[in-house]
């Protein structure tokens, strides 16, 4: 079996600049969000994007030389498509005191700062009248302000009046009215919240794009992305809809015996069934039948039944399982490929050593560390692991990005 980097390398080195003006053609079809995340398996044959976060964290974590790539596209987005924009406010999480999280908005502040912004912090849980100062691991002292309206504006208790907000909160229980209907632009938009968003419609667009590129350049769609199906109407607590669900998992699971089938996969596939909207790494777990499903004690229901701030559970997705094959240390690792408008501009691995390579990595016990991304002077510095193809990781979180943009939700009947 070929090795997918060896096959994208050799793609990009012979049909580069086809691939490029692919994607600028798909780019003029809908230009991708401000910024992003994606979280991608590399098992060796297969490289597939399995989650897409538009309100990332961890930018602290990718290597200098990918932060001048990124202050360096900031600013060529704040020219072409906030041109005003000079105050940039940025909303984090409701519970910023994780260290590793403070020192993330540390990064995207300076960022900004390093793109000639000026930059403050807005909080959505602050009272009146209580700013709340914190200190990130590097020393830097973040002060979240609380906010207030003036007709269609949001402005900062201490007067300051953003030209464009950027949201760095995922808004899982809901939007806050003090978002809503304002005039200030708002990146990525209110209605992109996880309140509203969903990961089967994402990987819906997904999937019609890769076959698309791989239609184009003559792969099989299925070695860049994982088979998945959507199911609602569950209620794990009340143990309703779980039948249905283990039929769902049963037909995934066959469609991917006949892929490994076709590639003389010895493995014996699996599943995750993830909650379908949400982050963290929670509300997912790994399944090898049907059966599992209806034999989950109440403890297990117990976890998938609720998400982030108590988020309730009625829709999941099934995503194929793909096993990693990268490790650090001999611990194992997935590829996390960070966006500034749909253009990868660094990484860093996820490692966690309580996991196998078969299991969700986004869980207690995880740690995250730099990534090579083939600068001469910085992969002495970074850890890399074998065949850490950058531009190759680069391309398939570029086409997630694109896909995101091309999430249609004009039949869900939600209050954004």
């Known amino acids: 079996m070929t090795s997918i980097l060896s096959t994208l390398k050799t793609l990009y080195d012979t049909r580069g600049e086809e691939i490029e003006r692919w994607l600028a053609k798909e780019r003029a079809k ?6 992003s995340s994606v979280d991608l398996r590399h098992s060796g044959l297969r490289l597939v994007p399995v989650d897409t976060n538009l309100f990332p964290a961890g930018f602290n974590n990718i290597s200098p030389a ?71 691991p590097s020393g830097s002292i973040l002060v979240e302000h609380p906010m207030l309206r003036e007709g269609d504006r949001l402005l900062l208790e201490n007067g300051f ?84 669900l283990a039929r769902a998992i049963d037909e995934v699971l066959a469609r991917a015996r006949e892929k490994h089938a076709q590639y003389g996969i010895d493995a014996e596939p699996y599943v995750f069934v993830k909650a379908d909207s949400g982050t963290y790494g929670m509300g997912i777990m790994t399944v090898r039948s049907g059966e599992e499903i209806l034999e989950m004690n109440k403890k297990e229901r117990n976890k998938m039944h609720t998400v982030k701030e108590g988020a309730h559970v009625s829709e999941v997705i099934i995503q194929e399982g793909v096993p990693t094959i990268d490790a650090v240390d001999g611990k194992p690792a997935e590829p996390v490929v960070y966006m500034i408008d749909g253009v990868p501009v660094g990484g860093m691995w996820r490692v966690n050593g309580s ?61 954004i």
Not at 30 to 35: A, M, V
């Open 161 to 244: 009046a953003p030209d464009l907000i950027v949201m760095n909160n995922d808004m899982t229980a809901g939007a806050s009215a003090i978002l809503k209907n304002l005039s200030q632009p708002i990146v990525p938009p209110v209605g992109m919240g996880w309140h509203r968003r969903r990961k089967s419609v994402h990987f819906d667009a997904y999937k019609n794009l890769a076959q698309d590129f791989c239609k184009a350049f003559s792969l099989d769609p299925w070695l860049l992305r994982a088979e998945f199906y959507n199911c609602g109407m569950i209620d794990f607590k009340e143990r309703t809809g779980l039948d249905s």
């Open 66 to 136: 990918a932060r001048t790539r990124a202050s360096r596209f900031i600013a060529r987005y704040l020219q072409e498509s906030h041109p005003s924009a000079k105050r940039i406010l940025i909303i984090p999480e409701n519970h910023t005191r994780n260290l590793g999280y403070l020192e993330n908005l540390a990064t995207l502040a300076g960022l900004f700062r390093t793109a000639d912004a000026d930059v403050a912090f807005g909080s959505l849980a602050a009272p009146p009248g209580a700013p709340l100062e914190l200190t990130a």
């Open 355 to 415: 996991r196998d390579a078969n299991n969700n990595l986004n869980a207690a016990g995880m740690e995250f560390t730099g990534m090579c991304d083939e600068v001469e002077d910085e992969c002495g510095q970074w850890k890399a692991v074998d065949d850490c193809n950058f531009r190759s990781f680069g391309l398939v979180a570029a086409l997630a990005a694109l896909a995101a943009a091309r999430e249609n939700y004009d039949s869900f009947m939600i209050n």
């Open 30 to 35: 809908g230009e991708p969000f401000f910024y």
